[in-house]
């Protein structure tokens, strides 16, 4: 299998989420959008264990969420708590996502109670996480130089694509 050749059938932002998810960086990813049977089989293909997940948003809507890993047991914990659940931003719900897509827990938790408080990553970085970095954040810098490895390679590889609104931080927050 050509992992490149994989990725170039993706959106970008489903490409960047497996590649972050292969490279351990993100146990667990998640696509709100965008998907359909061919982006699930490509996942697969990339050895990822897929599954829809539906859910209803307060007003009633359904939604539909494409959560993959390489792993069953990530995929089946995030299953078990929000298949046919109503979408909620609980603290408890923020701290579940958050564990399960990788984010540092002082990250999770400031989010909670603070929100996007200003921190001191650089835009542009901030940009390539799916999370909301804290203030005065020690792990966050320390992964930033694999996210950006990542990012390069995901532009690599879908190049001419260009990134304009086909990259969305689908989880861009803790939740």
């Not at 050895?47 to 829809?52: E, I």
């Amino acid at each position: 299998m050509d992992t490149a050749k994989e990725l170039a059938r993706l959106s970008f932002e489903a490409a960047y989420l497996a590649a972050l998810t292969r490279e351990g960086l993100k146990p667990l990813s998640r696509l709100e959008s965008g998907f359909d049977s061919n982006t699930e089989e490509t996942l697969q293909s990339l050895g990822m264990k897929t599954r829809v997940v539906r859910r209803s948003a307060q007003s009633g809507r359904k939604v539909r969420e494409l959560v993959f890993s390489l792993s069953d047991q990530f995929v089946s914990q995030y299953a078990s708590r929000f298949d046919h659940a109503t979408l909620e931003r609980s603290r408890d719900d923020m701290r579940v996502e958050g564990r399960l897509f990788g984010y540092p827990t002082c990250c999770v938790e400031a989010f909670i109670s603070r929100g996007y408080a200003p921190n001191s990553i650089r835009r542009g970085d901030q940009r390539i996480l799916f999370h909301w970095a804290c203030p005065r954040c020690r792990i966050t810098p320390l992964l930033l130089p694999r996210y950006r490895r990542v990012f390069g390679q995901c532009r690599r590889v879908n190049r001419g694509r260009g990134l304009g609104r086909s990259f969305r931080h689908v989880h861009g927050t803790p939740g």
